[in-house]
């Protein structure tokens, strides 16, 4: 039987398939890459894995839970146990970077990738306005062209295994290789599962060994407020007794003279509001007063005095206090709020005002 010779269309077809693949290199390689690093920075960012402070997965999730959609699972299942939610979405990102970059149930990490950018997008980017400033819808679209192409047989650990398997012990032959019987299937789908599986229990077990030693020793969280629990009474009864009244808010001390240096920060609590608050010295002289609370996420907002900027190192909006805190970039268009204060003119300490 003479087989036909090679349509000109399919030849086409094959090429164009090729090219396809090879045009989606770059973004497996950006998208596997940076899921890679942004778990690995979480593995290693002590602010992250903290229960509290400015970065903390902790401040992050109650900052969420103010204007996202899943603000109920996040109060009902993610305040409970934040320690052990940042380890498992940093070995999660870890494992799909991984299994992106390699070609390891490549559909399958490509898949959870755009449920992982979702995600974010729900939470992190919710709040940002308009919607295309925010970076993890585009992430989301870039797994889904991954998920539903395919990795094409391009740059994958299964093909690299499955020559391997096929080379003759006395050298390469591209007819020997011909020559070969098949590959086992069921071999590389076993290969595949226990490679994936023990790379991800390699990075994820000390994580979770050390988040369930976390979990176990650190003290139950009130969700509402975000103090342990063994507290919370205490404190409620405490902020009762000290809370001020209109009348005492006036005059509360926010800030020494002495602290105050050219270009410096304070952070200090508004007695009003509980609120952290920023008292900065401009390089003027000038003492000017902020809520610390970001106006995009609400996660709370630090000075750099370099620049003489209020940033936010969360989302990275950025305010100008020497303009009555105008938004000078990022996800927000509102800017902070103003604490009203006197500044003695003797030692120049700083307090509120009525």
Not at 78 to 97: D, T
Request: with cysteine.
């Amino acid at each position: 039987m003479v087989q036909r010779p090679p349509r000109r269309d399919d030849e086409r077809f094959a090429t164009s398939g090729r090219v396809a693949t090879t045009a989606l290199i770059p973004l497996r390689v950006f998208l596997g890459g940076t899921f890679v690093y942004a778990g690995l920075d979480k593995l290693l960012d002590p602010t992250f894995l903290a229960m509290s402070g400015p970065g903390s997965i902790n401040e992050q999730l109650h900052a969420f839970a103010l204007d996202s959609p899943l603000a109920f699972l996040i109060n009902s299942v993610a305040l409970h146990m934040p320690i052990l939610i940042g380890l498992g979405m940093a070995a999660l990102e870890i494992a799909i970077g991984l299994g992106t970059l390699a070609g390891w149930f490549f559909r399958l990490s490509a898949a959870l990738g755009t449920a992982v950018a979702l995600l974010f997008w729900l939470t992190a980017s919710w709040a940002t306005k308009p919607y295309f400033l925010g970076p993890d819808l585009p992430y989301a679209a870039g797994w889904l062209t991954l998920a539903l192409a395919g990795d094409g047989g391009a740059w994958t650990l299964e093909r690299w295994l499955a020559v391997r398997e096929a080379r003759p012990k006395g050298g390469y032959s591209r007819t020997a290789l011909r020559r070969q019987a098949p590959v086992s299937t069921e071999r590389r789908r076993f290969l595949k599962l226990a490679g994936w599986a023990g790379a991800t229990v390699l990075l994820a077990g000390p994580s979770l060994v050390i988040g369930r030693i976390a979990a176990a020793t650190r003290p139950e969280v009130s969700v509402a407020t975000g103090t342990p629990k063994a507290t919370a009474a205490a404190s409620s009864v405490a902020t009762a007794s000290a809370a001020p009244t209109p009348a005492a808010a006036a005059g509360t001390l926010l800030a020494k003279g002495s602290q105050l240096t050219a270009s410096s920060a304070v952070a200090a609590v508004d007695p009003a509001t509980g609120d952290p608050v920023l008292v900065i010295k401009l390089p003027s002289g000038s003492v000017v007063a902020y809520d610390a609370i970001c106006t995009h996420a609400g996660c709370t907002v630090e000075y750099d005095p370099g620049s003489v900027t209020i940033f936010c190192p969360c989302h990275g909006a950025q305010f100008d206090p020497a303009r009555n805190a105008a938004v000078l970039g990022g996800p927000t268009v509102t800017p902070l709020a103003a604490i009203p204060i006197h500044v003695n003119s003797s030692n120049g300490d700083v307090t509120t005002t009525a």
